[in-house]
């Protein structure tokens, strides 16, 4: 068992920056792949970031990548996701969530264990 809890939303401007959080509880947390995806009102969830557990590689959706940063620390079993020049078209609920397996996937189906989400609202 996996549980998520998500901080760091808020409101900011266009080009702002934000760093979200997600502690996580759990015995295999640190064998877990993770990731971050987001739903914006009427649209469906779509996939942000990933981290794999066993080479820690990271993939990145082409919208987010070069702006975006996903990351670990094991020892605080804590999940970031770091956002620089954020646009209006990022405003979004985000959640972390976590996969019973040491690869990730860009699929929320393929997820086990999600967090509650954390609004993120960029203004133009």
């Known amino acids: 068992q996996v549980q998520l809890v998500e901080s760091g939303g808020g409101l900011v401007q266009a080009g702002g920056s934000l760093r979200l959080s997600c502690a996580a509880s759990?015995?295999?947390?640190?064998?877990?792949?993770m990731g971050w995806f987001r739903q914006a009102p009427g649209k469906e969830r779509e996939f942000v970031a990933a981290?794999?557990?066993?080479?820690?590689?990271?993939y990145y959706a082409d919208s987010v990548k070069g702006r975006f940063t996903i990351s670990r620390d094991n020892v605080k079993n804590t999940l970031y996701l770091q956002m620089n020049s954020l646009k209006p078209e990022d405003t979004a609920v985000y959640y972390c969530?976590?996969?019973?397996?040491?690869?990730?996937?860009?699929?929320?189906?393929?997820?086990?264990?999600w967090g509650q989400g954390t609004q993120v609202t960029v203004s133009s």
């Open positions: 981290i794999n557990w066993y080479d820690s590689n990271t």
């Open positions: 969530a976590a996969r019973s397996r040491t690869y990730a996937s860009t699929h929320a189906y393929e997820y086990d264990y």
């Open positions: 759990g015995r295999t947390f640190s064998r877990y792949a």
